[in-house]
T-cell receptor, first 111, second 113 residues
Framework: QKEVEQNSGPLSVPEGAIASLNCTYSDRGSQSFFWYRQYSGKSPELIMSIYSNGDKEDGRFTAQLNKASQYVSLLIRDSQPSDSATYLCAVRPTNDYKLSFGAGTTVTVRA | DGGITQSPKYLFRKEGQNVTLSCEQNLNHDAMYWYRQDPGQGLRLIYYSQIVNDFQKGDIAEGYSVSREKKESFPLTVTSAQKNPTAFYLC????????????FGPGTRLTVT
């Protein structure tokens, strides 16, 4: 079982719609959760961090964490063509300082 | 400006040559990391270090070596023993003792022919 799994893409959404990205993790004791955005040919950029159960909103992005279900998600509201990128989920496992990354979900926002 | 720099952006080498990729950060971060990314793939951890003069192997350390002589610097050497060195190499850093959120440099694209 992979440590971090993301829903397979690619995900195509119309402009203005909500893009929903999902991520599950295997280490129940994980405490820190991150979403990175990576444009083609560029390095990953941290867009959201979440540490406690519930929702965290930042602009058009909302991260949701459910530790009981070992599930973290990212919602992108009012999707724009500039949101077209690969989104990486990362989790810090218990007693470790390195992150485990998912394989990424590629999102394409069509005008 | 604080940040992570990687140089060069593009690097071309002949097979059989060792090559060293530079990574420098002025964020005063304690931990540094090297990843490899192949086209259409996720990140794979090569080496990581939390303090000076100490580092650990990641998932794909074979054919690579690192040093951590200064807090700000974490160079990666791709040796001739690495069978498929052509890839996008990413360096990252994080503050120790916190959530360890990582920040990435711009990357070096290495092509070996």
């Amino acid at each position: 079982q992979k440590e971090v799994e993301q829903n397979s893409g690619p995900l195509s959404v119309p402009e203005g719609a909500i893009a929903s990205l999902n991520c599950t993790y295997s280490d129940r004791g994980s405490q820190s959760f991150f979403w990175y955005r990576q444009y083609s040919g560029k390095s990953p950029e941290l867009i959201m961090s979440i540490y406690s159960n519930g929702d965290k909103e930042d602009g058009r992005f909302t991260a949701q964490l459910n530790k009981a279900s070992q599930y973290v998600s990212l919602l992108i509201r009012d999707s724009q063509p500039s949101d077209s990128a690969t989104y990486l989920c990362a989790v810090r496992p218990t007693n470790d300082y390195k992150l485990s990354f998912g394989a990424g979900t590629t999102v394409t926002v069509r005008a | 400006d604080g940040g992570i720099t990687q140089s060069p952006k593009y690097l071309f080498r002949k097979e059989g040559q060792n090559v060293t990729l530079s990574c420098e950060q002025n964020l005063n971060h304690d931990a540094m990391y090297w990843y490899r990314q192949d086209p259409g793939q996720g990140l794979r951890l090569i080496y990581y270090s939390q303090i000076v003069n100490d580092f650990q192997k990641g998932d794909i350390a074979e054919g690579y070596s690192v040093s951590r002589e200064k807090k700000e610097s974490f160079p990666l050497t791709v040796t001739s023993a690495q069978k498929n060195p052509t890839a996008f190499y990413l360096c990252a850093s994080s503050i120790a003792g916190t959530a360890y959120e990582q920040y990435f440099g711009p990357g070096t694209r290495l092509t070996v022919t």
